[in-house]
């Protein structure tokens, strides 16, 4: 049961340009959501997260906006540059913080 | 600043036997947790571990235990090893409890023949 999910297994943007990626979440009870990136051959590294009392939080050229009654989130990077180029995969988990379920992941490559 | 640190970084079995991931978690970090990630497929919650006590327990079979020392450092083991068994074995801290992000070590590429 993949309570979240990325439908889009990957997306291609030029570079300068916004990058969009999408995530929706089945579970009404999650109240904190996050962003990871991850590089061939590391570990995921955090990025940005969003507790369910905002609908949007920004950091630099990152934005997470969250919109609770749709179970949707999204992940706006501006602008985008070759370097942003990974896999981004989105989590979210309940009060408790412990478990965190996460998206298939969408690979995003910028273009020089 | 020590980030989390895994070893082995790879690790090659056959079928039926068993394996321990080793993991370090951040510095100033008590709660390690531990995920499953198979190709193509995010991390996939396996158990999480808080003073020296299992805490939460995702969907994985007995044959998957942990333990965590008193210095908060924590070993995943896996007996009777299938072939499904194969994935990355992802290690990741965080401070205490509530909403905090959880940060990741490179993982332990585990391969069974």
């Known amino acids: 049961d993949q309570q979240v999910k990325q439908n889009s297994p990957s997306l291609s943007v030029q570079e300068g340009r916004i990058s969009i990626l999408n995530c929706d979440y089945t579970n009404s009870m999650f109240d904190y959501f996050l962003w990871y990136k991850k590089y061939p051959a590391e570990g995921p590294t955090f990025l940005i997260s969003i507790s369910s009392i905002k609908d949007k939080n920004e950091d630099g050229r990152f934005t997470v906006f969250l919109n609770k009654s749709a179970k949707h989130l999204s992940l706006h990077i501006v602008p985008s540059q070759p370097g942003d180029s990974a896999v981004y995969f989105c989590a979210a988990t309940l009060n408790t913080g412990n478990q965190f379920y996460f998206g298939t992941g969408t690979s995003l490559t910028v273009i020089p | 600043d020590a980030g989390v640190t895994q070893s082995p970084t790879h690790l090659i079995k056959t079928r039926g036997q068993q394996v321990t991931l080793r993991c370090s978690p951040k510095?100033?970090?008590?709660?390690v947790s531990w995920y499953q990630q198979a190709l193509g497929q995010g991390p996939q919650f396996i158990f999480q571990y808080y003073e020296e006590e299992e805490r939460q327990r995702g969907n994985f079979p007995d044959r998957f235990s942990g333990h965590q020392f008193p210095n908060y450092s924590s070993e995943l083991n896996v007996n009777a090893l299938l072939l499904g068994d194969s994935a990355l074995y992802l290690c990741?801290?965080?401070?205490?409890?509530?909403?905090?992000?959880?940060?990741f070590g490179d993982g332990t590429r585990l391969s069974i023949l």
């Open positions: 510095s100033g970090h008590d709660t």
């Open positions: 990741a801290s965080s401070p205490g409890q509530g909403n905090q992000p959880q940060h």
